[in-house]
């Protein structure tokens, strides 16, 4: 199983950034898929889930600005981050889950940095 995120980067507040999961090794299309993030000193967070049949649910630091998506043809979940905010700044991580996205089935991937800051 194998997880590569990207897309992170700086943006000013206000901004949007589309990440990207590329998933491998497990049939992607039978598993949920949620995004954590981890600020500095702070524990990973849940921000976002798509279950299989493409319903979500999100987090409600992130609900309405958030958007989580996943094209099964290429192996690849993607959040659209809009609205960034610096409270969104953290390291953000794809994973395999259960449909609420409270369980992980690892490994987690190396994730990618969203730094948020005029």
């Known amino acids: 199983v194998q997880l590569v995120e990207s897309g992170g980067g700086l943006v000013q507040p206000g901004g949007s950034l589309r990440l990207s999961c590329a998933a491998s090794g497990f049939t992607f299309s039978s598993y949920a898929m949620s995004w954590y993030r981890q600020a500095p000193a702070k524990e990973r967070e849940l921000v976002a889930t798509i279950r299989v049949g493409g319903s979500t649910n999100y987090a409600d630091s992130v609900k309405g600005r958030f958007t989580i998506s996943r094209d099964n043809a290429k192996n690849t979940v993607y959040p659209q981050m809009d609205s960034l905010k610096p409270e969104d700044t953290a390291v953000y991580y794809c994973?395999?889950?259960?449909?609420?996205?409270?369980?992980?089935?690892?490994?987690w991937g190396q994730g990618t940095q969203v730094t948020v800051s005029s």
């Open positions: 994973i395999r889950s259960s449909d609420s996205g409270a369980r992980r089935f690892g490994p």
